[in-house]
């Protein structure tokens, strides 16, 4: 069973950063492509990034863009998310999520994956 486990979640002021990580316990973590997406009050989780097996392919939700980058390091078999420039709208539990796929895809969809995290809240003050 594929475990994937989120921490570095947290309440700051707007403007302020913080780090997400999330690590898969799972051994082949570089046949995967991983994905952070949030959730805020609505019942559907909003896409925010995505990154390819060898870390070549990046893509952001347009709200994100600029202020957010994931990246990961497959010898820790884990997965950052680096948030600078928070603001309140960003307030969201955030997961990661993986899927086994080519080196050549990424995923902007909760439909493509097959793994998820338990969720690491981050609030946002004004």
């Known amino acids: 069973q594929v475990q994937l486990v989120e921490s570095g979640g947290g309440l700051v002021q707007a403007g302020d950063s913080l780090r997400l990580s999330c690590a898969v316990s799972?051994?082949?973590?570089?046949?995967?492509?991983m994905g952070w997406f949030r959730q805020a009050s609505g019942p559907e989780r909003e896409f925010v990034a995505t990154?390819?097996?060898?870390?070549?392919?990046?893509k952001y939700a347009d709200s994100v863009r600029g202020r957010f980058t994931i990246s990961r390091d497959n010898a820790k078999q884990t997965v950052y998310l680096q948030m600078d420039g928070l603001k309140p709208e960003d307030t969201a539990v955030y997961y990661c999520?993986?899927?086994?796929?080519?080196?050549?895809?990424?995923?902007?969809?909760?439909?493509?994956?097959?793994?998820w995290g338990q969720g690491t809240q981050v609030t946002v003050s004004s």
């Open positions: 999520a993986a899927k086994i796929a080519l080196d050549s895809q990424y995923y902007d969809s909760t439909l493509s994956y097959t793994y």
């Open positions: 799972d051994g082949t973590f570089s046949m995967y492509v």
């Open positions: 990154i390819s097996r060898s870390g070549s392919m990046l």
